[in-house]
């Protein structure tokens, strides 16, 4: 059985245009379920479930994913340069953003692609040829999941700057 899940925030602005209240909503499962971000972010942080977030329209200041009182000009780590993907700190969470990112990079890099990782890879481009010397991109460890639920993944031609998106399952049987 699939849950859908959506989210509506609502936001109450304060006289001089601060967020005075935010409130979120999870509909899961037709579920109604709500809790304050603060709520939300004591959750994520006490279950140790802290995912990379999109870096992108985002605070650079007073932000951080791993304390509820930031204080200070942030800082990011990234796990994906092209998909934007990563975790931002506080100076006083650095440490803690540098265990999470490289705890992050040993379970969940490259998805099951990581058999690959290191290889020189076999794939297919749109001419309907397969190349080689290709790579699992370095610079973007984060998978994506497809309109099928498939991993893709970033692959990266060596010695020059072409990238593709490949289906994780077609590469490994393509580099079995």
Not at 58 to 84: L, M, R
Request: net charge negative; proline share 3%; aromatic share 10%.
């Amino acid at each position: 059985m699939k849950y859908s899940l959506v989210i509506i925030i609502n936001i109450k602005m304060s006289e001089n245009s601060e967020i005075d209240h935010m409130l979120v909503t999870h509909y899961v499962g037709g579920e109604k379920i709500q809790m304050s971000l603060a709520q939300k972010n004591y959750l994520i942080k006490n279950q140790y479930i802290i995912e990379p977030i999109r870096l992108v329209m985002i605070q650079w200041k007073d932000n951080c994913q791993f304390c509820t009182e930031p204080n200070g000009p942030s800082d990011a780590k990234y796990v994906g340069i092209q998909s934007h993907m990563g975790f931002i700190s506080c100076p006083n969470c650095m440490q803690k953003m540098n265990e999470t990112y490289n705890e992050w990079m040993d379970k969940n890099a490259y998805g099951d692609a990581k058999i690959l990782l290191g290889r020189n890879i076999k794939v297919l481009r749109s001419s309907g040829e397969f190349e080689n010397d290709w790579e699992l991109n370095p610079y973007d460890a984060y998978v994506l999941i497809d309109a099928n639920g498939e991993q893709i993944v970033s692959c990266k031609k060596i010695g020059e700057d072409l990238n593709k998106h490949c289906n994780v399952k077609m590469l490994i049987e393509w580099n079995s």
